[in-house]
């Protein structure tokens, strides 16, 4: 099984800062790494696939990088409405979801 | 418009077989290259998916929990299926569907771009 862990698991930041959600594979997932935005009490929405690749309608604040095992999510400019959990999915082998990133406004 | 909505028994007891429903519009589950996912979410805590049937009939499950699950799908309602069987209370969660697409010319999986808005599930005594 892979295994993928976030980093942080709460993270607090400021309106108009930029953030960074990392997402570290336990074994090469060859960019095969979607993200996803999960709003209290919402279905999780599809922000990015294929580490890079930003999904129809979503801002492009958004934009995702890495290889090999280590990912990133950064947000350019951190908006009110990106409070939520998010979470990282590796497709490389079989499905495995992250434990996700709390993200907070100070 | 794609949507999803998933339905389910809500409660259930301990050691019966849970039953869920989606029921879906925007697509078909006989159009090549399309698939749905069974993924569950206990309150307050992380994804986890479950299954997946694709328009050919092509079945995947979660190793961990193969021996329990079985999915199907009715083209003709649009519907696709999950039964759980021997449910415990760990397995009390929010389980959503989602839709996955495959185009011909790309043979990446686009993953899980569309949900339900997730059916409740509680098992207790």
């Known amino acids: 099984d892979i295994q993928m862990t976030q980093s942080p698991s709460v993270l607090s930041a400021s309106v108009g800062d930029r953030v960074t959600l990392n997402c570290k594979a336990s074994?090469?997932?060859?960019?095969?790494l979607n993200w996803y935005q999960q709003k209290l009490g919402e279905a999780p929405k599809l922000l990015i696939y294929?580490?890079?690749n930003l999904q129809t309608g979503i801002p492009s604040r958004f934009s995702g990088s890495g290889s090999g095992t280590d990912y990133t999510l950064t947000i350019s400019s951190l908006q009110p409405e990106d409070v939520a959990t998010y979470f990282c999915?590796?497709?490389?082998?079989?499905?495995?979801f992250g434990s996700g990133t709390k993200l907070e406004i100070k | 418009q794609v949507t999803l909505k998933e339905s389910g028994p809500g409660i259930l007891q301990p050691s019966q077989t849970l039953s869920l429903t989606c029921t879906f519009s925007?697509?078909?589950?006989?159009?090549?290259?399309?698939?749905v996912g069974w993924i569950r979410q206990p309150s307050g805590k992380g994804l986890e998916w479950l299954a997946n049937?694709?328009?050919?009939?092509?079945?995947y499950y979660n190793p961990s929990l193969k021996n329990r699950l079985t999915i199907s799908k009715d083209t003709s309602n649009n519907q696709a299926f999950l039964k759980i069987t021997n449910v415990d209370t760990a397995d009390t969660a929010t389980y959503y569907c989602?839709?996955?697409?495959?185009?011909?010319?790309?043979?990446?999986?686009?993953?899980?771009?569309?949900w339900g808005q997730g059916t409740l599930v509680t098992v207790s005594s």
């Open positions: 989602a839709r996955i697409t495959m185009m011909v010319l790309d043979p990446i999986p686009h993953w899980f771009a569309y």
């Open positions: 925007g697509f078909s589950l006989s159009t090549y290259g399309m698939g």
């Open positions: 049937i694709w328009w050919d009939d092509d079945k």
């Open positions: 074994q090469n997932i060859n960019k095969y």
């Open positions: 294929n580490t890079n």
């Open positions: 999915f590796q497709h490389n082998s079989w499905l495995t």
